[in-house]
Structure formats: structure tokens, C-alpha cells
């Protein structure tokens, strides 16, 4: 994955991964209606019409637990969230970190503790450093064409997808995936599973890096005819919803 010098690390974005919630990539207009209810959220990525990855990969989290040994690492981090601008209901969101010599598990729940339902989603956002000859393989069935400004218009078949970035042109959510999603490059290979069957993938010519994000819902669902059939969870007060994904990792 991506490093950053601790000293540079001033914002999520420069992170190796951060979590999404509640919602994974772009939430249209910065507006929606849940309920009955209209609601609206704040500005929170540069200069996009659209609120993006929830709120709280821009919070800090606290530190719950934390311990080393028998070859593993383990942590878990809380974050109790307020209604506020960028997000009107109350929840928390638990994430536990376990870190072996060969794998990195991420565990994301999050419980709602408003008195309303809420719409939920999760997701990580893993960044991966682009090499020469880096190269994506995932098992998926269909792909959501986006318009001028990022949102899912239009689903397509797409018969997996297995190529070397360079050649890739993606910032796209992906359904029905099954399996692993492969990263490969002339240093490692890595195995990416995850409970989530939707893939965000990023591939910008010009960074230096690469994103393959599991996620549980499809990008801005929330505005679609059927939230539930594409993932987004409507979460009763009390109740909990939760995911993992792991990357295993091998010499290439």
C-alpha cells in the first residue's frame, strides 16, 4: 500500500487507507430525502458538487484498545459521530485493525444511536502505489457508467476485469464481484477479499497510484429508485451493520 511519512501524513487523503462512512463515494448534489425527510449535507472535497465518502475519514478516531504480540498487531478505533452539517444522524462506528507478517484485516461496523432510521453504507478507500508493471484481475458482472460529474447514469455488463493499469482507464463502481480481486506488479503480489460484493477502482493516469475499493453499496444509491437493491442498508435505531476485507500479500 501507499506510505507517507508520519511527519506528512496532515490529512486522510495522503493515508495508505481510510474507512468510508456512512456512505461510500459520492452522495449527488450534496442532498437527499430519507423517510419523508429532506436532508442535506456540507461541501467536504475540494471543489466537487457532491459530498463524497461520508464523514468520517475526515474525523479523528479514538483509540479503544490496542495490543502486540505472538506475531500480530491489533487495534480498535472509535468514532461517535454528532449530528452536524456534513452528516444529520447520530451513530458510531467501530473499526478493528489486525495486522499479521502476511495479511491486513480491517473489520467497519457501525450502530446507529439516533432515534431515527439512517442510510448506511461502508467501504474502505486503499490507495496502492503504480509501478511499471502493476496489474488488476477481478471477477465482476457489471459496471456503472458515470456522467460529467461522477455519478452512476447508466450499468453495463463488464465481463471481469484483467489488465495492467497503465492501460486502464476507471473511476467506476463495479457489481457482482466474487472471489479475490488480484494486484499484481513486479514486486508483490496481493490477494484482496472483502463481505462486500461491489468494487470501486480508480486508475488516474496522472497520480501516482491506484485504488481498488471494496465497498457495500453503489455509488450514490441513496438517490436511486431502489437504495436496498444496490446495497445501502436502512439502519434502524439500535441496530448495527458491519463488514471486513483482507489483503494478503506475497512476493511476486
Not at 44 to 54: E, K, M, R, T
Not at 91 to 109: G, K, N, P
Not at 143 to 167: F, K, M, N, T, Y
Not at 177 to 202: I, M, N, P, Q
Amino acid at each position: 500500500m501507499r506510505s507517507t511519512e508520519p511527519a506528512e501524513l496532515v490529512a486522510a487523503r495522503a493515508a495508505a487507507s481510510y474507512p468510508l462512512v456512512p456512505y461510500s463515494n459520492r452522495l449527488g448534489y450534496r442532498r437527499f430525502r430519507w423517510h419523508g425527510a429532506d436532508h442535506t449535507t456540507a461541501p467536504n472535497f475540494d471543489d466537487n458538487p457532491h459530498s463524497v465518502h461520508g464523514v468520517a475519514w475526515m474525523r479523528p478516531w479514538q483509540v479503544v484498545s490496542s495490543s502486540q504480540g505472538q506475531g500480530a498487531c491489533e487495534a480498535e478505533l472509535l468514532y461517535v459521530h454528532t449530528p452536524d452539517a456534513h452528516w444529520p444522524f447520530a451513530f458510531e462506528s467501530r473499526q478493528r485493525v489486525e495486522l499479521t507478517a502476511s495479511a491486513l484485516t480491517l473489520r467497519l461496523a457501525v450502530t446507529n444511536t439516533d432515534s431515527r432510521p439512517q442510510p448506511v453504507g461502508l467501504g474502505w478507500h486503499p490507495y496502492f502505489p503504480k509501478r511499471t508493471r502493476s496489474r488488476l484481475h477481478a471477477e465482476v458482472s457489471g459496471r456503472w457508467e458515470p456522467d460529467a460529474s461522477g455519478l452512476p447514469v447508466r450499468h453495463v455488463p463488464q465481463a471481469g476485469i484483467d489488465g495492467d493499469v497503465a492501460h486502464l482507464a476507471y473511476d467506476h463502481c463495479f457489481d457482482g464481484w466474487k472471489g479475490a480481486a488480484r494486484l499484481r506488479d513486479e514486486r508483490l503480489s496481493l490477494k484482496l477479499t472483502s463481505s462486500f460484493s461491489r468494487l470501486v477502482v480508480y486508475t488516474p493516469a496522472t497520480k501516482p497510484y491506484w485504488c481498488v475499493e471494496p465497498v457495500s453499496h453503489v455509488s450514490n444509491a441513496i438517490h436511486m429508485a431502489e437504495p436496498a437493491a444496490h446495497g445501502l442498508v436502512d439502519l434502524a435505531p439500535g441496530a448495527t451493520h458491519e463488514g471486513w476485507m483482507t489483503l494478503e500479500v506475497a512476493s511476486a
